[in-house]
Antibody, heavy 118, light 107 residues
């Protein structure tokens, strides 16, 4: 069974930090590009961060650049998102997804809720 | 950044009816466009990639068409489980972008 399971979400104060994890099972993780996508309340989907299959190249949306860091551990089939200096507009459900050979997101997790509030 | 505009924002139909959802790009994306289905509390699901190819396991009632800047997702005969949000996404240009979504609701 294919599973992408996010964890690490929660309530954090503005300026705080969280680290999201995404553990992948039932499909090939190593060598595939991975992405974090978020959905703020009442909004659509927004790409946040991207990491290549080798892990050597990463990209960030302008809204999170300098505050978020994406990484991966192929030995653990895991993807991470370190989120620092969190702001209220970072409140969202965060999804991890695999970019398949078609360059589109063929498998997604069910999401982790991050709430930034005092 | 390529902007994807989906219409309508909300589509109200009954089971058995045909649904037609539109996605328009601010500049060409050739055929690098996908459609996803998303139900609240669930993982989004890839339906269509490269504008017209059904993803693995997707029923034949879902079809995609278009190229360049205008794309359509058609659901030929709505099943109860099809009522959800639908998003288009382009992968032609960096960064990847999504449309704002169409809510398909039961009439």
């Amino acid at each position: 069974e294919v599973q992408l399971v996010e964890s690490g979400g929660g309530l954090v104060q503005p300026g705080g930090s969280l680290r999201l994890s995404c553990v992948v099972s039932g499909l090939t993780f190593s060598g595939y590009e991975m992405i974090w996508v978020r959905q703020a309340p009442g909004r659509g989907l927004e790409w946040v961060s991207y990491i290549t299959g080798s892990g050597t190249t990463v990209y960030y949306a302008e809204s999170v650049k300098g505050r978020f860091t994406i990484s991966r551990d192929d030995a653990k089939n895991s993807l991470y998102l370190q989120m620092n200096s969190l702001r209220g507009d970072d409140t969202a459900i965060y999804y991890c997804a695999r970019e398949g050979t078609s360059y589109f997101l063929d498998y997604w997790g069910q999401g982790a809720l991050v709430t930034v509030s005092s | 950044e390529i902007v994807l505009t989906q219409s309508p924002a909300t589509l109200s139909l009954s089971p058995g009816e045909r649904a037609t959802l539109s996605c328009r790009a601010s500049q060409t994306v050739t055929s690098y466009l996908a459609w996803y289905q998303h139900k609240p509390g669930q993982a989004p699901r890839l339906l269509i990639y490269d504008a017209s190819n059904r993803a693995t396991g997707i029923p034949a009632r879902f079809s995609g068409s278009g190229s360049g800047t205008d794309f359509t997702l058609t659901i030929s005969s709505l099943e109860p489980e099809d009522f959800a949000f639908y998003y288009c996404q382009q992968r032609y240009n960096w960064p990847p972008t999504f449309g704002q979504g169409t809510r398909l609701e039961i009439k």
